[in-house]
């Protein structure tokens, strides 16, 4: 929100030193000073504050130029100068000013920039007319917004000129390219942390079911036929010298639909990909036009490394602070709440390990269907279909080799099947001629070697198209995480009970999943670590109301060299693994009990087993165990078994001991069981037995007791 101008009377404005009224026109970005203190555009805003009301007669009675409110960044490089005052006159082709004398065309620009010293070997047309444009439209832009205090001092053809010969000084002679120019040169990455501003919003109309889009045009009108041409919208977004094409997702779409995201709007892109022309436009090539649907290259952008950017922000490549190059240069999501599901890969984030399951497997059959598999389950299949196979292939590589052996002996000469059909095979050979000896001994040499290769290709051929042959399963491991917050300072004036409620927020956890994990990455996720992890990617659907973000044996991921406080960690709502007491079951049951699915919740628990019953519907064993604590109230855990596992059925019962006190980890929360009067738990892929050892002496005598 800014000042109203009719609350705070603006002070005498100076403009960089320079005499009342005027500024210093050095070409560099204009900089404000009142009473000789240098004032930032967010200072000059607090004093001077835009118009109440912006609108166009609000404007004009704060004294702008009428000319002022019809510039765009489409028409800015159409914008022509009274010569005598220096001020706008009219737009290029809408009608000269009545006895006025306009300046401002290319030749115009390049005799006065020559005049100042500019080279007239390296001024090109187009590169005047470019950022003349843009210049013009920052100008008026600023001018409009500050029309009081600016109207008529600040937007004079020669601030223009000495603006159009700064930005000579540091790109033409100094070679010094802005932002935009060095990514479409593909001399720097387009993933770089930097701020555009979003100059034009473009509807095109693109042919469907053709590679050929060049067709669409951003204000062309609606073809008559819906079903040949679909609408792409597309932003046209500038570092303030020059304007990159911009392919937004889905989600920035509806924000631009929703007003979020507009002209003028600045964004803070990190992450994005620059597609087509692998070896890189520059801007000022002819073929290179941002405002068609045909422009060669765009910028991909996507909802999870895009944020709006403060109003008084610097174009171009974020300033290489002490915090962004401790973030790698990349963009640090600090929440889950600013993570859009489906919203694209999260460029940076700090996570906390809060639960960590057992690695489990993805086993995909023949067929296509999935099966989860614990490392037990995994260890079985595979060394069940390792035996089955090495049984398969002994059978494919008998067969194979006695049709080889069949093939090769057909094309045995004469002589040799004689040979081989005699009742003396050595007294036959004996009998030959030196010739067909020599027939003979060379089939002999060749024979095996023929047999081997034509048997080995067969196998290989067999096993190939045998998709029984072949399995497969990909680890992964399953996390439960959380984002670290910045912790609040310590109240002075609470007794501890009272801060540690106040300290602990609703933080909503994540599930993290990832496939393939090195050994590496094993190390580092531990429950209660604290890691930075890079381009993480979100699944487009929630699971259990939860995020669902993916990695691999690829993410780059480490874990902090100093490790947060443990007021940090619980303010950002992790707790270290306990036992809970059953009433803590009862509380997690009943809340899932309103929606009457799984909550998605894992919990740990210790009890006494008072009762124990079994059920068997078709393939299916459950069993239902109740447990009791201290606090006299039920708990139920259910476990489906398959009937065929004597092994897994024996196990489970030499566990049910009436009267033991038993400790389980990761077990599933149930809706709550209101005719039973109990929570209900199920035994899920992670789940596991613990030992007593696990629980402290006292626990175990307390519910013992």
């Not at 387009?190 to 100059?199: F, N, P, T």
């Not at 109003?311 to 190059?325: A, C, E, K, M, N």
Request: proline fraction near 4%; charged fraction near 30%; aromatic fraction near 6%.
């Amino acid at each position: 929100a800014s000042a109203s101008t009719t609350s705070r009377r603006p002070r005498h404005l100076k403009m960089d030193g320079g005499a009342r009224g005027k500024m210093k026109l050095d070409g560099s970005d204009f900089q404000f000073s009142v009473d000789g203190t240098r004032l930032s555009l967010q200072e000059f805003d607090d004093i001077y504050g835009p118009m109440e009301d912006a609108n166009h007669q609000a404007c004009l009675d704060g004294g702008a130029n009428p000319v002022l409110l019809k510039i765009s960044s489409v028409n800015a490089s159409k914008l022509r100068f009274d010569e005598q005052t220096g001020l706008p006159c009219a737009m290029f082709g809408a009608g000269n000013a009545s006895g006025c004398k306009m300046v401002g065309n290319v030749q115009d620009l390049r005799r006065d920039l020559i005049a100042k010293g500019c080279d007239e070997a390296l001024l090109v047309d187009k590169w005047i007319v470019n950022h003349f444009g843009w210049i013009n439209w920052k100008l008026a832009c600023t001018e409009r917004r500050y029309p009081q205090a600016l109207a008529g001092k600040y937007f004079t053809y020669e601030h223009v000129l000495s603006q159009l010969k700064g930005r000579y000084d540091r790109e033409v002679a100094n070679a010094k390219r802005p932002a935009l120019r060095i990514i479409l040169n593909r001399d720097a990455s387009a993933g770089r942390l930097m701020i555009l501003c979003v100059a034009q919003i473009h509807r095109f109309q693109i042919k469907t079911g053709s590679d050929d889009s060049s067709s669409g045009e951003s204000n062309s009108p609606r073809p008559s036929s819906s079903k040949s041409f679909r609408e792409e919208l597309r932003l046209e977004l500038t570092d303030g010298w020059y304007s990159v094409q911009a392919v937004l997702d889905l989600h920035l779409q509806s924000f631009v639909e929703q007003d979020k995201i507009k002209v003028g709007t600045k964004l803070l892109v990190a992450g994005a990909e620059l597609a087509g022309s692998e070896d890189g436009v520059d801007p000022l090539d002819a073929s290179y036009q941002p405002s068609r649907s045909s422009c060669p290259v765009a910028l991909e952008l996507v909802a999870n490394a895009t944020r709006r950017a403060k109003w008084d922000s610097r174009l171009g490549f974020v300033r290489p602070t002490h915090q962004i190059q401790s973030q790698d240069g990349l963009l640090l999501v600090k929440s889950m709440g600013d993570v859009i599901p489906g919203g694209g890969p999260v460029p940076l984030m700090d996570l906390i390990v809060c639960r960590r399951f057992p690695r489990s497997f993805l086993e995909k059959g023949p067929d296509g269907t999935s099966t989860i598999l614990t490392e037990a389950q995994e260890e079985k299949r595979r060394r069940e279909f390792d035996e089955r196979r090495h049984r398969e292939i002994e059978k494919i590589s008998e067969a194979a080799e006695k049709e080889c052996t069949r093939e090769v002996d057909e094309q045995a000469p004469e002589q040799w099947r004689q040979m081989m059909a005699s009742n003396a095979m050595c007294d036959y050979y004996e009998r030959l001629s030196r010739d067909d000896k020599a027939t003979v001994d060379r089939w002999e040499e060749r024979r095996s070697s023929m047999i081997n290769d034509m048997t080995r290709r067969r196998i290989d051929a067999k096993m190939q198209s045998n998709v029984s042959l072949f399995r497969s399963s990909t680890p992964f491991l399953r996390i439960t995480v959380k984002s670290l917050q910045n912790s609040p300072p310590p109240s002075s004036t609470t007794d501890d009970d009272e801060d540690k409620e106040r300290i602990i927020p609703n933080q909503p956890s994540a599930t993290l999943t990832v496939w393939r994990m090195t050994e590496d990455q094993s190390n580092i996720l531990k429950e209660g670590t604290v890691i930075r992890i890079k381009d993480l990617a979100v699944k487009s659907e929630l699971r259990d109301e939860m995020l669902q973000f993916s990695a691999n044996d690829k993410t780059r991921m480490q874990a902090f060299v100093q490790q947060p406080s443990s007021r940090q960690l619980q303010y950002s709502g992790f707790s270290r693994r306990s036992f809970a007491p059953i009433i803590r079951a009862h509380v997690l049951s009943r809340k899932a009990s309103s929606s009457r699915k799984a909550s998605g919740a894992h919990m740990d628990f210790a009890g006494v087993l008072v009762r124990s019953e079994h059920e068997q519907h078709s393939m299916v064993h459950t069993s239902f165990s109740y447990f009791t604590d201290e606090s006299g109230l039920l708990l139920r855990l259910q476990r489906d078994l398959d009937p065929n596992d004597e092994s897994a059925l024996v196990g489970w019962n030499k566990v049910l001991d009436l009267g033991q006190v038993l400790a389980f980890k990761d077990v599933l929360v149930l809706p709550f069981d209101s005719k039973a009067n109990c929570a209900v738990v199920s035994w899920s892929q992670p789940t596991l037995q613990e030992k007593k050892g696990h629980l402290n002496e006292r626990r175990i005598k307390t519910l013992q007791k």
